[in-house]
């Protein structure tokens, strides 16, 4: 890595030093540094100015990006100063991932100030409480697709092909979705009663016992009464 090199270069130049441990401490050192004065940033001032604007988007995005951001940048500054005084595949392997992961709760932490700010922002201005109730679901449906997203790209970084366990996740998902009709029937009927829009929370309904109750929650396998 060129840029690496780069790097180096200057800070041997300006402190005089030679010795490559020491270099990649100081390396670690200024990314940790880095880090916290921008931590800093985001709690003592973006997150104050936020509080006086009119929207709350700005408040949720410091809120929910300043971590990861600030442990994206320490691993990022680790794999600096690793690489510098060992190349080992494994180790840098396992640095790398560590990065993705944080990477990917990035972007999973932006799709959710998207959902929460604008989503329920839509959701009030409906008439209906079907998107109210959906939207709590697509933010579950969209962490499992990030960390499906993370788990094939740190499976890619260590060269491991995923295609046979492909062909094993389908024929299990044949075998497991044939023990599970009944749940899956539930999960679908949960869907069609939330469409629907039949009933609502706070609702009264009789059973068929006779008894007479309130709708407490509608979720996607049971309601409860």
Do not use: C
Request: charged share 15%.
């Amino acid at each position: 890595m060129e840029y690496l090199d780069i790097i180096f270069d200057v800070i041997g130049n300006s402190f005089g030093i030679s010795n490559l441990y020491l270099q990649s401490l100081i390396v670690l050192v200024l990314f940790i540094v880095v880090a916290r004065i921008l931590l800093f940033v985001f709690s003592q001032y973006l997150q104050v100015m936020a509080k006086k604007t009119k929207t709350n988007f700005d408040d949720i995005l410091f809120d929910k990006t300043k971590m990861p951001i600030f442990y994206l940048i320490n691993s990022y500054g680790f794999k600096l100063a690793l690489a510098n005084v060992y190349q080992g595949i494994v180790a840098n392997n396992v640095v790398n991932s560590i990065i993705v992961v944080f990477f990917v709760l990035l972007l999973s932490r932006l799709l959710d100030v998207i959902i929460i700010t604008w989503g329920e922002s839509f959701a009030k201005k409906t008439k209906t409480k079907i998107d109210e109730v959906l939207l709590p679901l697509f933010q579950k449906a969209s962490k499992v697709v990030f960390v499906i997203v993370a788990t094939m790209w740190i499976l890619d970084i260590f060269k491991i092909d995923i295609g046979p366990y492909l062909a094993g996740v389908g024929i299990s998902g044949i075998v497991l979705g044939l023990a599970l009709q009944d749940s899956l029937k539930n999960v679908l009927g949960g869907v069609s009663l939330i469409l629907d829009g039949a009933f609502h929370v706070g609702d009264k309904i009789k059973i068929e016992s006779g008894d007479i109750g309130k709708i407490l929650d509608i979720g996607l396998r049971s309601t409860k009464v």
